[in-house]
């Protein structure tokens, strides 16, 4: 990595080409060779270059704005999300405009024709399940779409995503250490793959310290579905819950409220996504943490890059388990 930031000239000589080569390829000119584009794109990844977009005329009409399009404002995740990709825009020197569409498709199109009707220079989108014609036509429209929290099958699109493995792998394990046997899981919609994926991951390892899988609440990623999750869970005779997401770790909180649950002691709950209340609460609580400043900042990053002429791999960041005293407890009836 240089000492100063990366310019073009740097790129060449990595690549081991031309400067006007180099920027040649980053254009996408079609009189360079497809192996030697790919050594100027993996050298400019490999330095962290992005080429300044203002100072090149890559498209007619250049607006030097984003549109960002996300579920809700109201989920401190997305909230965070937004405010980490407009950090990285801004510094590539470009705006904004975020949009959102409460989970509904026909609200998800209107967004995206609007940003479309405003000549966005590209879109970074946490689609819906159904999106993939659609999404698919903006690209094929010229507009560069880059994917970012979900990923849709049979997509080509560049990806953003985390892999719920390692959280929720951590997480199981640490409560069967802790003497749990009946551990229950709230799981999100199973048509978007977040839900899904992280419902695979919950299963499989349920499955593998012995326990089974069989204590899944089936909803939606809504507070409402982690309060009516959390009490059946309970009422199934699990001492531990996972949430699949903030909105449901916040549903099974106000159930313990509620209900004068002793979080810890009477229950082991670990949330979904560090956001500050998780760290707040009278007993803060363990989180599966998928870092989502480094999403927005990594989906940014793929869309300006895509902007510049290249072709951004697919991103997949780990998620950790991070414990506090929420499942700190040892449940003593269990032997250990």
Do not use: W
Request: one cysteine or more; a neutral charge; aromatic letters at 4%.
């Amino acid at each position: 990595m240089p000492a100063h930031s990366a310019n073009l000239k740097d790129v060449a000589l990595a690549a081991g080409v031309s400067v006007s080569t180099a920027s040649r390829a980053l254009a996408g000119k079609d009189s360079i060779s497809a192996a030697t584009r790919q050594r100027v794109e993996r050298a400019a990844q490999a330095l962290n270059y992005h080429p300044n977009i203002q100072a090149r005329g890559l498209r007619t009409a250049r607006t030097y704005t984003l549109g960002l399009v996300i579920p809700t404002l109201l989920n401190p995740y997305f909230a965070t999300m937004a405010d980490a990709v407009q950090a990285r825009a801004t510094a590539n020197g470009l705006a904004t405009i975020i949009t959102s569409y409460s989970e509904d498709s026909s609200r998800l199109r209107d967004a995206v024709t609007t940003l479309s009707q405003q000549n966005v220079d590209g879109m970074l989108v946490v689609p819906t399940a159904d999106a993939l014609s659609l999404l698919g036509a903006v690209k094929a429209a010229g507009t560069p779409v880059v994917l970012i929290d979900r990923s849709l099958a049979g997509s080509d699109l560049p990806t953003v995503v985390s892999d719920p493995e390692p959280g929720i792998t951590a997480a199981v394990e640490l409560l069967y250490a802790r003497g749990h046997r009946r551990i229950g899981y709230l799981a999100g919609p199973e048509e978007l793959s977040t839900g899904a994926e992280r419902r695979a991951a919950f299963s499989a390892a349920a499955d593998r310290v012995g326990i089974g899988s069989e204590h899944v609440f089936q909803g939606g990623f809504e507070v409402s579905q982690g309060i009516t999750g959390t009490r059946e869970l309970r009422e199934a005779g699990c001492t531990a819950v996972i949430a699949g997401d903030s909105m449901m770790t916040l549903g099974a909180l106000e159930y313990c409220h509620r209900e004068k649950v002793r979080i810890g002691k009477q229950l082991a709950l670990v949330g979904f996504d560090d956001l500050d209340y998780m760290r707040v609460q009278p007993t803060p609580l363990s989180v599966i943490d998928q870092d989502v400043t480094q999403l927005g900042y990594r989906a940014a990053d793929a869309l300006v890059a895509a902007l510049s002429g290249m072709s951004p791999p697919d991103v997949t960041l780990p998620t950790r388990l991070i414990t506090r005293q929420s499942t700190e407890h040892y449940l003593q009836e269990v032997p250990r």
